[in-house]
């Protein structure tokens, strides 16, 4: 008897060893503190696309090493003539260089005063053309021959041979108001039909230029035949 209930009171015991146990490890879990907001790892924060500075382009260079400059004001473009441009360059020239040769005979061939001082206007204004022209087709990789026509340069190779009223006669005839309407007549069409922006501006701008000359032909032409 007295041993049942020996057992039964250290059943009691282990039964309550336990139990205080399971408490204490309770109450050990209970007790770990909950993580500290302030110790989460420094994560970088997201950044704005719009505030990324776009990378500057690298400017590509223009071929062959050259300076990609814009041509200046007035300052002729190259590229490709076109059959009228060249055309009208060939025969302005050429009439340019005979009138300047024969305006050259006349400065000191010339009997009358007033076909002299029109010749001297005829050859600086015609030699400033020429130089523009010669300016303009070299600019534009054209080389200008500086041969006059075979027939003009006949009647200047007759016209040598005079003097006197014969020569102002000749002159006048040959290099005066006939000859300046038909160059009008080739500048005017250049300003028209041209293809060339720089060689029609320059037809355009010399045409001011061969009107004068035309009116100063008209008005001496009488005095040119009164002196044949």
Request: glycine content about 6%; some cysteine.
């Amino acid at each position: 008897m007295e041993k049942s209930r020996i057992q039964a009171r250290a059943k009691i015991l282990a039964l309550a060893a336990g139990l205080v146990v399971g408490v204490a490890a309770c109450d050990q879990a209970d007790e770990v503190p909950p993580p500290n907001p302030t110790d989460t790892p420094n994560v970088p924060e997201p950044v704005n696309p719009a505030t990324v500075p776009s990378p500057t382009p690298t400017p590509t260079p223009p071929p062959d090493g050259t300076a990609g400059t814009a041509p200046a004001p007035g300052e002729a473009t190259a590229g490709p003539i076109a059959g009228v441009d060249r055309s009208f360059i060939s025969e302005a020239m050429s009439r340019g260089l005979a009138e300047v040769e024969a305006s050259r005979l006349a400065t000191t061939k010339a009997a009358d005063p007033k076909v002299k001082s029109f010749a001297e206007k005829l050859q600086k204004d015609h030699t400033e053309a020429n130089a523009k022209l010669q300016s303009l087709a070299t600019s534009k990789g054209m080389t200008v021959s500086t041969t006059i026509d075979p027939a003009v340069q006949g009647k200047l190779d007759e016209l040598e041979k005079l003097s006197g009223a014969e020569f102002d006669r000749a002159y006048l005839e040959n290099f005066g108001a006939s000859a300046h309407q038909e160059t009008i007549t080739l500048f005017e069409r250049q300003a028209r039909d041209g293809q060339d922006p720089d060689l029609k501006a320059f037809a355009e701008e010399t045409l001011g230029v061969l009107r004068s000359h035309l009116e100063l032909a008209q008005q001496l032409q009488p005095a040119g035949a009164a002196a044949q």
